[in-house]
């Protein structure tokens, strides 16, 4: 990923190598079709960033939606995450939801916000105040309609495969909104894959917004532990650090941190939207990344996260034998403000991008292995799963993004169980959610619940945890 000074879209640096042969750029005549589900404030820009992405990658005209590639046909599959009308162009399949309509107004002014469809676009007008049981209890009549667009979409279908939700649990919007949506979509589609990519509240205070962000946090990780396949955390705090210390940007703003993410977002679906060796779909790496079912929470990276002014700046950009170290090894790439040192490896999967060769991948792959077998549960075969395409991001030759399934990313949580204690055994600002009808035993039940996770997480990395004193990882070769 690789920016001077800011986000931008801008002509690429080094072009995408096409396909040699032409049947390649559509990897099948049936697409699984994805449904974008975008909520409160953060989950509007960020995907809709993602949506920016996603159109420059299949050739497709943001502010019209027509194919602007030189033979009139998009590159790869767009239809995985777009719908074609009769006239050819190819519209977001998004549902923008917010109880408020300022992102909206925002998201249309725009030049992608010409291709959101109005009757997909669903706003209301008080707000829910930072309150999860306001967005989750009170939000019933935004909700139905929500849920009635999305009936719409899956109609429209010819293969749902998976809902795709964007938000931020700290907001009453984000949090409570989106998991009554959530769990509402999986009670009539019990079998599609629910991907949920997760801003979480920032772990250092001077990152806080909000004094009750706590309490929506709690509540809102509850519900995506019983109606989640799979979580991806994000941490704004993580993502500033990435642009300051790996894009050289001194003052990253909400635009370079949720560029980011966006493009991690977007790579998710890579491998069902274009070509290449090793295909796959979110459900395969649903089944690759959880061995336990309440466990599918799991930390992002990216690589190559190089600024042009750095010296490694061409060496990274065209060698990748090194990435899976740049991912690995402190400062690491993630995308949350978890500390891979801190915990053992239960699974991790990759997906690369660009014209590269699959042996070099295993054997990256398996060198990455032998070096650090130490964090890799042995009683998980073959926990280390390769995707791969053919087509690079506009802007580069070749790019990796990994899950990873660790232990260590209970810390999160476990922050998050202090500060929720240190307020609930006051009973602060417990009357703004009784007031609405929520019971004090829900909250009860929302710590027990993130308690039990930890606990999970701790049971099957109790004999492989790694103490913060026992130093780097080792990286040097067996052979020394």
Request: hydrophobic share 35%; aromatic share 10%.
């Amino acid at each position: 990923i690789l920016f001077e000074s800011a986000p931008s879209f801008s002509p690429l640096l080094f072009p995408t190598e096409p396909p040699s042969d032409p049947q390649r750029t559509s990897t099948q005549s049936c697409a699984r079709e994805v449904i974008t589900l975008q909520v409160g404030q953060y989950g509007n820009e960020v995907a809709t960033t993602m949506w920016d992405h996603l159109a420059t990658e299949h050739s497709i005209t943001s502010n019209t939606g027509a194919v602007s590639s030189w033979n009139g046909k998009p590159v790869g599959e767009p239809r995985v995450h777009f719908s074609e009308t009769q006239s050819g162009r190819f519209l977001p399949r998004a549902l923008l939801v917010d109880s408020e309509c300022g992102t909206l107004d925002a998201i249309r002014s725009r030049p992608i916000g010409n291709n959101f469809r109005d009757d997909c676009q669903v706003s209301g007008r008080g707000g829910t105040s930072s309150n999860w049981a306001v967005g989750h209890y009170q939000s019933t009549e935004l909700a139905d309609h929500a849920l009635d667009v999305v009936r719409k979409l899956t109609e429209d279908c010819d293969s749902f495969h998976a809902l795709h939700l964007a938000h931020a649990i700290g907001g009453g919007t984000g949090g409570g909104l989106a998991t009554y949506l959530l769990s509402k979509i999986l009670e009539e589609y019990p079998y599609q894959i629910m991907l949920a990519n997760t801003l979480f509240p920032p772990i250092a205070h001077e990152w806080s917004e909000g004094a009750t962000e706590v309490y929506n946090s709690v509540l809102s990780v509850h519900q995506l532990v019983e109606n989640a396949t799979i979580c991806n955390m994000f941490h704004n705090e993580a993502l500033a650090g990435l642009c300051q210390r790996r894009l050289k940007i001194k003052k990253p703003n909400f635009k370079h941190m949720n560029n980011i993410a966006a493009l991690f977002m977007a790579d998710l679906t890579a491998p069902m939207r274009f070509s290449g060796e090793r295909t796959s779909d979110l459900r395969k790496l649903a089944v690759n990344l959880t061995p336990f079912p309440r466990t599918h929470f799991h930390v992002p990276l990216l690589a190559p996260l190089v600024s042009p002014k750095d010296k490694i700046y061409k060496s990274a950009r065209c060698e990748f034998d090194e990435w899976l170290n740049h991912i690995w090894d402190p400062p690491t790439c993630t995308l949350a403000a978890v500390n891979l040192q801190h915990g053992c490896i239960v699974c991790a999967a990759t997906i690369w991008r660009g014209w590269m060769s699959t042996k070099k991948i295993e054997e990256a792959t398996r060198d990455c292995i032998r070096r650090r077998s130490s964090y890799f549960r042995e009683w998980v075969p073959d926990n280390f799963a390769s995707a791969h395409c053919d087509y690079a991001r506009p802007g580069e030759r070749r790019s990796l993004s990994a899950l990873i399934n660790c232990a260590a990313i209970q810390e999160p949580f476990k922050v998050l169980s202090e500060r929720f204690t240190q307020l609930f055994r006051r009973k602060a600002y417990l009357h703004w959610y009784t007031a609405v009808g929520m019971d004090e035993m829900e909250f009860v039940e929302a710590e027990s619940n993130m308690n039990d996770l930890v606990s999970e997480y701790q049971d099957y990395s109790t004999c492989c945890c790694i103490e913060e004193e026992e130093g780097e990882w080792d990286t040097s070769d067996e052979s020394g």
